[in-house]
């Protein structure tokens, strides 16, 4: 009996690659678009499957071929929908120059947008941030990702000395989309108007004045304030979630 020698890769066929179907990735994207549309206009509690699987034209069992439920179509929307807007900033950011400017741009488009997209504004705001399992989601995931570009200008402008070194940068995910959520939220609702340019420059003047490297010869009274402030964002972050 004559042995045989293993054989190599090139003898063995490679497994064939399963891929998406252009008509799937199409159906996909359909029904994402068309239930961002149904969760704005009705929020997550409102929006049923059976009305995005009618928009659509398709049986309501076909989105569970997608989905695997209305949560997590939710949060696909949500990922699909900050994952366009961090496309456009970091397209917009080159063309800026000066921390100071940078910082502006950022929060005049983050308020902007607040009030053009209103409806899934608010269901992240009010509904899919206080769900229980939040802080495991793939939503927690992408807004740390699209608020991260905030604090990497900050990070940077700190090494270049523009920022006092012992600024928290965590601190300005709760100080700036905090405050812009909060201005933002009557207007979202329909009560009242805001001036988007003067808020954004406010904010900004505010933020680079105290982020701003004290007088080396002056005693600097912040300091306690950040050292308690960092404290309190480490307490917060290190809360386990709620199950």
Not at 179 to 197: C, F, K, N, Q, Y
Request: one cysteine or more; charged letters at 25%; a neutral charge.
């Amino acid at each position: 009996m004559t042995e045989t020698s293993p054989e190599t890769s090139a003898d063995v066929p490679e497994p064939r690659k399963r891929s998406v179907r252009p008509k799937t990735l199409a159906r996909t994207r359909t029904i994402l678009e068309t239930a961002h549309d149904v969760f704005a206009e009705r929020g997550y509690e409102g929006a049923s499957i059976s009305e995005i699987a009618r928009r659509v034209g398709i049986a309501e069992g076909t989105i569970y071929k997608h989905f695997d439920s209305k949560k997590d179509l939710l949060g696909q929307v949500l990922v699909r929908y900050y994952d366009g807007l961090i496309v456009e900033i970091e397209a917009n950011l080159p063309h800026i120059t000066g921390f100071h400017e940078k910082l502006r741009y950022i929060f005049g488009f983050h308020l902007q947008n607040l009030l053009t997209n209103a409806g899934i504004s608010k269901v992240f705001l009010r509904e899919a941030r206080s769900h229980d399992d939040y802080f495991e989601s793939i939503i927690l995931d992408v807004n740390r990702r699209y608020t991260g570009i905030t604090q990497a200008i900050v990070q940077d402008a700190i090494t270049r000395g523009e920022v006092r070194a012992d600024f928290p940068v965590r601190l300005v995910r709760y100080l700036v989309f905090g405050t812009l959520e909060h201005v933002a939220w009557r207007a979202m609702s329909g009560r009242g108007r805001i001036d988007v340019p003067a808020i954004a420059d406010a904010l900004t003047d505010a933020l680079v004045r105290g982020m701003a490297p004290p007088a080396a010869a002056e005693p600097d009274p912040a300091c306690g304030l950040l050292d308690r402030l960092e404290a309190a964002i480490a307490r917060i972050e290190a809360q386990p979630a709620h199950k």
